[in-house]
């Protein structure tokens, strides 16, 4: 037996970033925008939003075209949910948090992107030491 059974939880389940974890409407966005609070770190600008109404966090990533053409783009929001991914349930408290990626982050690895997203998370206490 592997103790994978029903009611055993799964330790790669616990690391998953989900559907519902995501932020996904322009309103939402503008919510966390406009009433949020915003740090600038490295590679990444951070708006985050303390949420009551919810027992889990979300994320939403933005890249806009200032960063390069579409597969630098796409690498950049595959780091910045790579790392958040890494440290979603260190979070103290359900957050909504938008991270939008600067040029810099072309050049980034993975190791770089998810020390600056800990060093914002840390800097705000929004995370366990």
Request: proline share 3%; with cysteine; glycine share 6%.
């Amino acid at each position: 037996m592997n103790g994978t059974g029903p009611g055993v939880p799964n330790p790669a389940e616990k690391k998953r970033f989900r559907k519902h974890q995501r932020i996904r409407y322009s309103s939402e966005f503008q919510r966390v925008r406009d009433k949020g609070r915003r740090w600038v770190h490295g590679c990444l600008i951070a708006n985050w939003q303390s949420t009551q109404d919810r027992t889990f966090s979300r994320l939403g990533v933005i890249t806009s075209k200032k960063i390069g053409k579409a597969h630098v783009r796409n690498r950049a929001r595959r780091l910045m949910r790579e790392s958040y991914r890494q440290m979603q349930h260190q979070l103290k408290a359900p957050i909504d948090l938008i991270l939008v990626a600067r040029k810099s982050i072309a050049t980034m690895k993975q190791q770089q992107v998810e020390k600056d997203l800990r060093n914002i998370l840390k800097r705000h206490h929004l995370v366990e030491d």
